[in-house]
Nanobody, 127 residues
Framework: QVQLVESGGGLVQPGGSLRLSCAASRLPLNYLAVSWFRQAPGKEREGVSCISRSGGSTYYRDSVKGRFTISRDNAKGTVSLQMNDLKPEDTGLYFC????????????????????WGQGTQVTVSS
C-alpha cells in the first residue's frame, strides 16, 4: 500500500492559478501511474488528469484541457498539477491516486483503476 499526500490547495479568484503536488510517504512516484481526481459536494469523483509511469503519456478531461498541466519531477519523486485560468466549476476536493499498472488510454482517469489514494486537498475558486 502506498500512502499519498497532496498539497497546494487553497482559495483563489477566478482566473487565478494553483499548483498541486502529490508525494508518497515511503517511495518515489517515479514508477507509478498517477492521476488527479476531484470531487465537488454532491457529485461523483471525476478524473481530471493522469500521467503514465514513463511520463510519456498524459490525459486530461475535456473541461481542463489547455488550462491544466500534469508533470513529473523524478528528482523529487513527485507529480504536480499546474492549474491555470481556474473557474468556479473547478472547485472541489482534489485527490491524487497511484497504481503500478493501469489500463491503457483514458482508462487512467477512472477511479476504479487505483488502489492507492491520498486524503485530498481543497481547491476553492471564488470571487
Amino acid at each position: 500500500q502506498v500512502q499519498l499526500v497532496e498539497s497546494g490547495g487553497g482559495l483563489v479568484q477566478p482566473g487565478g492559478s494553483l499548483r498541486l503536488s502529490c508525494a508518497a510517504s515511503r517511495l518515489p512516484l517515479n514508477y507509478l501511474a498517477v492521476s488527479w481526481f476531484r470531487q465537488a459536494p454532491g457529485k461523483e469523483r471525476e478524473g481530471v488528469s493522469c500521467i503514465s509511469r514513463s511520463g510519456g503519456s498524459t490525459y486530461y478531461r475535456d473541461s481542463v484541457k489547455g488550462r491544466f498541466t500534469i508533470s513529473r519531477d523524478n528528482a523529487k519523486g513527485t507529480v504536480s498539477l499546474q492549474m491555470n485560468d481556474l473557474k468556479p466549476e473547478d472547485t472541489g476536493l482534489y485527490f491524487c491516486a497511484a497504481q503500478g499498472t493501469v489500463s491503457g488510454g483514458t482508462s487512467c482517469l477512472k477511479p476504479s483503476e487505483y488502489d492507492n489514494w491520498g486524503q485530498g486537498t481543497q481547491v476553492t475558486v471564488s470571487s
